[in-house]
């Protein structure tokens, strides 16, 4: 029987002996206890302590000496340049290497007309004839979509 069994079971010895190695490792920050610095760091972030001003004003110090130097500037915009020209080149290749685009005419969709020659009835039947337009409308995206990739041919349109 496992700790996942019953929720409500009383705790195992071994439980305990974690629990109270836990609690000396909260109480004592010496001891090792992966699960110790978790719940420090979270209490850390919940309530933080305040920085000394003395800390606060090394810190900005220090940030403000390093943020004089500049390095790698050059190198970055070498970079970037030479990413560009090579994304330029790319789209040009991609774009006039494919010929002559060859159009395809689109299947135009205004009326339903066509997909019924049946009268409707006064009442009931709405969602058949809403499925069968829906159906029919799919397929004319599908095969308008085709037409725009260039694939499939004329058969089989309306």
């Known amino acids: 029987m496992t700790q996942f069994d019953d929720p409500d079971a009383p705790p195992s010895e071994e439980e305990i002996r974690e629990s109270q190695r836990l609690r000396e490792a909260l109480e004592d920050a010496s001891k090792e206890s992966a699960a110790a610095d978790l719940l420090r760091a979270v209490k850390h972030a919940v309530e933080p302590k305040a920085i000394a001003k003395a800390d606060l004003d090394e810190a900005v110090k220090s940030g403000m000496a390093r943020g004089g130097k500049r390095s790698g500037g050059v190198v970055i915009r070498v970079a970037f ?7 330029a080149a790319a789209a040009v290749v991609f774009f006039l290497g494919r010929g002559p685009v060859q ?17 409707f ?33 004329k058969r089989g349109r309306r």
């Open 81 to 87: 340049g030479a990413s560009f020209v090579l994304a």
């Open 103 to 119: 159009t395809q005419e689109l299947v135009h969709t205004r009326s339903t007309q066509s997909l019924f020659t049946e009268r």
């Open 121 to 153: 009835e006064a009442r009931g039947g709405e969602s058949a004839r809403i499925d069968r337009i829906a159906v029919a409308r799919a397929a004319d995206l599908r095969e308008n979509h085709f037409a725009r990739w260039g694939v499939g041919d």
